[in-house]
């Protein structure tokens, strides 16, 4: 059983870029969250989605945003990118946007 | 606003030990308290987590102790192992902030042989 999936693993980007990030759930989920986790520091949340919706939001700008398609995956994509934009990027899926996730591994973004 | 507070920030303990961390949240609504173990590389792990109708819940060495009143929750980690050497997190999620985790700070942990 396969859990939660993110890809790429790793990403380098130039500052005032646009960046793609994706994430399948694990199998019977049907929520998922995007974290932002610093070096050093927890996960901060970025937004929830369920339903192909956005259910909660952080406190994160607009240039966050984020899709989710009919079989749960999800994308979550940042325009203009700041320095202050690299850090692991961390999706977690739950079922019926319960708290209870899954982390998956995350994807490494460095801006440069 | 800091909602949870972690507690300490890094701890060393021999092989053999007691491992404790602490968290401390302010908002009652929260309903669900969980603890992460994230090893570097990785995404956080769910250990172990409790709801505030019980006072201590215990999942094989790993143990949280829950004080509603205090407003505080830990983890103890018993016969602590080298390979329990990772970053610990405790979270909090509920109330109008249902499904969305709050993290704490984290700890590093390190067990030494």
């Known amino acids: 059983d396969a859990g939660v999936t993110q890809s790429p693993t790793h990403l380098i980007k130039t500052r005032g870029q646009q960046v793609t990030l994706r994430c399948s759930p694990k199998?019977?989920?049907?929520?998922v969250s995007w974290y932002q986790q610093a070096l050093g520091q927890g996960p901060q949340f970025i937004f929830q989605?369920?339903?192909?919706?956005?259910?909660q939001r952080g406190n994160f700008p607009d240039r966050f945003s984020g899709h989710q398609f009919p079989n749960y995956s999800s994308e979550l994509n940042v325009n203009a990118l700041l320095l202050g934009d690299s850090a692991l990027y961390l999706c977690?899926?739950?079922?019926?946007?319960?708290?209870?996730?899954?982390f998956g591994s995350g994807t490494r973004l460095t801006v440069v | 606003q800091q909602q949870v507070k972690q507690s300490p920030q890094s701890l060393i303990v021999q092989k053999g030990g007691i491992s404790i961390i602490n968290c401390a949240y302010e908002?009652?609504?929260?309903?669900?308290f969980p603890w992460y173990q994230q090893f570097p590389g990785k995404g956080p792990a769910l250990l172990i987590a409790?709801?505030?109708?019980?006072s201590e819940k215990k999942e094989g060495r790993f143990t949280i102790s829950f004080n509603k009143s205090a407003k505080q929750f830990s983890l103890h980690i018993m016969d602590s192992q080298p390979g329990d050497s990772a970053t610990y997190f405790c979270?909090?999620?509920?109330?109008?902030?249902?499904?969305?985790?709050?993290f704490g700070q984290g700890t590093i942990l390190t067990v030494h042989p």
């Open positions: 989605y369920y339903e192909e919706e956005e259910r």
């Open positions: 409790i709801r505030p109708d019980v």
């Open positions: 908002n009652t609504a929260f309903d669900y």
């Open positions: 977690a899926s739950s079922f019926s946007r319960g708290p209870g996730y899954t």
């Open positions: 979270a909090v999620a509920g109330g109008t902030s249902y499904g969305k985790l709050t």
């Open positions: 199998s019977g989920h049907d929520t």
